[in-house]
Protein backbone atom coordinates (compact mmCIF):
# COMPACT_ATOMS: atom_id res chain seq x y z
CA UNK A 1 0.00 0.00 0.00
CA UNK A 2 1.25 3.78 -0.58
CA UNK A 3 -0.90 5.40 1.97
CA UNK A 4 0.83 8.42 2.30
CA UNK A 5 3.18 8.91 -0.34
CA UNK A 6 2.36 11.86 -2.17
CA UNK A 7 5.87 12.51 -3.95
CA UNK A 8 6.91 9.48 -6.80
CA UNK A 9 10.39 9.51 -6.34
CA UNK A 10 10.69 8.14 -10.25
CA UNK A 11 13.36 5.68 -9.86
CA UNK A 12 15.93 8.42 -8.80
CA UNK A 13 17.98 9.67 -6.55
CA UNK A 14 16.75 12.89 -4.37
CA UNK A 15 19.35 15.03 -6.28
CA UNK A 16 18.57 13.39 -9.47
CA UNK A 17 15.12 14.08 -9.34
CA UNK A 18 15.67 17.55 -8.47
CA UNK A 19 17.74 18.26 -11.02
CA UNK A 20 15.74 16.95 -13.71
CA UNK A 21 12.37 18.40 -12.71
CA UNK A 22 14.41 22.04 -13.00
CA UNK A 23 16.03 21.26 -15.97
CA UNK A 24 11.99 20.05 -17.36
CA UNK A 25 10.86 23.48 -16.00
CA UNK A 26 13.37 25.45 -17.71
CA UNK A 27 12.31 23.22 -20.83
CA UNK A 28 8.83 23.89 -20.32
CA UNK A 29 9.05 27.63 -19.47
CA UNK A 30 11.47 28.65 -22.68
CA UNK A 31 9.64 25.74 -25.39
CA UNK A 32 5.88 26.30 -23.53
CA UNK A 33 5.50 22.71 -24.69
CA UNK A 34 7.68 19.38 -23.83
CA UNK A 35 6.99 15.59 -24.69
CA UNK A 36 7.47 13.41 -21.29
CA UNK A 37 5.94 10.36 -19.89
CA UNK A 38 3.19 10.55 -17.59
CA UNK A 39 5.05 9.64 -14.39
CA UNK A 40 7.46 12.74 -15.17
CA UNK A 41 5.12 14.84 -16.62
CA UNK A 42 2.58 14.98 -13.10
CA UNK A 43 5.42 15.37 -11.17
CA UNK A 44 6.58 18.54 -13.19
CA UNK A 45 3.43 20.06 -12.61
CA UNK A 46 3.60 19.82 -9.22
CA UNK A 47 6.91 21.69 -9.30
CA UNK A 48 6.44 24.03 -11.87
CA UNK A 49 2.92 25.69 -11.24
CA UNK A 50 3.43 27.24 -7.88
CA UNK A 51 6.99 28.80 -9.81
CA UNK A 52 4.50 30.04 -12.21
CA UNK A 53 2.05 31.47 -9.17
CA UNK A 54 5.36 33.33 -7.92
CA UNK A 55 5.97 35.48 -10.98
CA UNK A 56 2.85 36.91 -10.85
CA UNK A 57 4.45 39.54 -7.87
CA UNK A 58 7.16 40.55 -10.12
CA UNK A 59 9.55 41.25 -6.71
CA UNK A 60 13.37 40.40 -6.78
CA UNK A 61 12.36 38.18 -4.05
CA UNK A 62 10.38 36.43 -5.94
CA UNK A 63 12.77 35.98 -8.84
CA UNK A 64 15.63 34.95 -6.43
CA UNK A 65 13.69 31.92 -5.33
CA UNK A 66 12.59 31.11 -9.13
CA UNK A 67 16.16 30.90 -10.23
CA UNK A 68 17.09 28.72 -6.78
CA UNK A 69 14.42 26.08 -8.75
CA UNK A 70 15.37 26.93 -12.22
CA UNK A 71 19.18 27.64 -12.07
CA UNK A 72 18.88 29.31 -15.32
CA UNK A 73 18.70 33.31 -16.07
CA UNK A 74 16.58 32.69 -19.45
CA UNK A 75 13.81 30.89 -17.87
CA UNK A 76 13.64 33.20 -14.85
CA UNK A 77 13.83 36.24 -16.98
CA UNK A 78 10.83 34.51 -19.60
CA UNK A 79 9.15 33.29 -16.92
CA UNK A 80 8.81 36.81 -15.16
CA UNK A 81 8.49 39.16 -18.22
CA UNK A 82 6.38 36.96 -20.88
CA UNK A 83 4.29 34.37 -19.04
CA UNK A 84 3.08 36.32 -15.95
CA UNK A 85 1.33 39.00 -18.45
CA UNK A 86 -0.34 35.90 -20.02
CA UNK A 87 -1.70 34.10 -16.79
CA UNK A 88 -1.81 36.97 -14.14
CA UNK A 89 -6.28 36.66 -14.63
CA UNK A 90 -5.89 32.96 -14.06
CA UNK A 91 -6.37 31.62 -10.77
CA UNK A 92 -4.54 28.44 -11.61
CA UNK A 93 -4.20 25.30 -13.30
CA UNK A 94 -1.00 26.99 -15.70
CA UNK A 95 -0.60 23.65 -17.54
CA UNK A 96 -2.56 21.06 -19.78
CA UNK A 97 -1.38 17.04 -19.85
CA UNK A 98 -2.36 15.59 -23.12
CA UNK A 99 -1.47 11.61 -23.01
CA UNK A 100 -0.17 10.67 -26.75
CA UNK A 101 -0.25 7.11 -26.03
CA UNK A 102 2.25 4.68 -25.48
CA UNK A 103 6.42 4.66 -25.93
CA UNK A 104 7.43 1.89 -28.35
CA UNK A 105 10.74 0.69 -26.23
CA UNK A 106 9.31 -0.05 -23.11
CA UNK A 107 5.61 1.04 -23.71
CA UNK A 108 5.64 3.64 -21.02
CA UNK A 109 2.63 6.02 -21.30
CA UNK A 110 3.67 9.32 -23.00
CA UNK A 111 1.67 12.73 -23.00
CA UNK A 112 2.56 16.61 -23.76
CA UNK A 113 2.79 19.07 -20.81
CA UNK A 114 2.13 22.42 -21.76
CA UNK A 115 1.34 25.93 -20.55
CA UNK A 116 -2.85 26.58 -21.07
CA UNK A 117 -2.11 30.15 -22.05
CA UNK A 118 0.11 29.24 -25.38
CA UNK A 119 -1.55 26.60 -27.11
CA UNK A 120 -3.14 28.49 -30.15
CA UNK A 121 -5.05 25.69 -31.99
CA UNK A 122 -7.39 25.20 -28.53
CA UNK A 123 -8.00 28.91 -27.92
CA UNK A 124 -8.95 29.43 -31.61
CA UNK A 125 -10.71 26.16 -32.11
CA UNK A 126 -13.30 27.77 -28.80
CA UNK A 127 -13.25 31.21 -30.98
CA UNK A 128 -14.28 29.46 -34.19
CA UNK A 129 -17.26 27.56 -32.76
CA UNK A 130 -18.92 30.25 -31.10
CA UNK A 131 -18.68 32.85 -34.41
CA UNK A 132 -20.11 29.60 -36.27
CA UNK A 133 -22.79 29.77 -33.88
CA UNK A 134 -23.34 33.17 -34.25
CA UNK A 135 -23.61 33.30 -37.85
CA UNK A 136 -25.80 30.53 -38.81
CA UNK A 137 -28.23 32.66 -36.80
CA UNK A 138 -27.76 35.80 -38.42
CA UNK A 139 -27.50 34.37 -41.82
CA UNK A 140 -30.67 33.71 -42.44
CA UNK A 141 -32.17 36.84 -41.56
CA UNK A 142 -28.93 38.77 -43.68
CA UNK A 143 -29.95 36.64 -46.32
CA UNK A 144 -33.65 38.11 -46.16
CA UNK A 145 -32.42 41.61 -45.58
CA UNK A 146 -29.56 41.12 -48.51
CA UNK A 147 -32.91 40.47 -50.99
CA UNK A 148 -34.99 43.40 -49.59
CA UNK A 149 -32.23 45.85 -50.30
CA UNK A 150 -31.65 44.54 -53.98
CA UNK A 151 -35.06 44.61 -54.62
CA UNK A 152 -35.64 47.91 -53.15
CA UNK A 153 -33.15 49.73 -55.20
CA UNK A 154 -34.11 48.26 -58.33
CA UNK A 155 -37.77 49.31 -58.76
CA UNK A 156 -35.66 53.36 -57.92
CA UNK A 157 -33.98 52.58 -61.06
CA UNK A 158 -36.79 51.83 -63.19
CA UNK A 159 -38.53 54.46 -62.10
CA UNK A 160 -35.71 56.95 -62.71
CA UNK A 161 -35.87 54.98 -66.72
CA UNK A 162 -39.47 55.54 -66.91
CA UNK A 163 -39.25 59.09 -66.36
CA UNK A 164 -36.59 59.84 -68.98
CA UNK A 165 -39.40 57.79 -71.23
CA UNK A 166 -42.43 59.44 -70.25
CA UNK A 167 -40.45 62.85 -71.07
CA UNK A 168 -39.48 61.28 -74.85
CA UNK A 169 -42.93 60.24 -75.28
CA UNK A 170 -44.16 63.67 -74.67
CA UNK A 171 -41.68 65.04 -77.01
CA UNK A 172 -42.51 62.97 -79.71
CA UNK A 173 -46.41 63.50 -78.95
CA UNK A 174 -45.45 67.17 -79.65
CA UNK A 175 -43.46 66.95 -83.09
CA UNK A 176 -45.65 64.30 -83.87
CA UNK A 177 -45.18 60.24 -84.29
CA UNK A 178 -44.17 59.89 -88.08
CA UNK A 179 -40.88 61.24 -86.71
CA UNK A 180 -40.37 58.60 -84.50
CA UNK A 181 -41.17 55.78 -87.07
CA UNK A 182 -38.27 56.28 -89.05
CA UNK A 183 -35.81 57.17 -86.73
CA UNK A 184 -36.16 53.74 -84.99
CA UNK A 185 -36.19 51.61 -88.11
CA UNK A 186 -32.79 50.83 -89.67
CA UNK A 187 -33.33 50.32 -92.89
CA UNK A 188 -34.09 53.96 -93.13
CA UNK A 189 -31.04 55.00 -91.67
CA UNK A 190 -28.97 53.41 -93.87
CA UNK A 191 -30.37 54.93 -97.03
Known amino acids: MRHQKKIN???????????????MASSLILHKRISTT?????????YVEPLITRAKDD????RRIAF?????????????????????????????ILKTGMRAGDNADMCFIELVDYNEVMLGGKKEEAKAKTTRRGRRGGKKE????KKSPAPKDEK?????KKAAKKAEDAEGPAEAKPE????????
Open 68 to 96: SYLQNKEAVSELFREISKKIMERPGGYTR
Open 146 to 149: DETE
Open 38 to 46: LAKAKALRS
Open 160 to 164: EVKKP
Open 59 to 62: STHS
Open 9 to 23: HLGRTSAHRKAMLSN
Open 184 to 191: ENPETKES
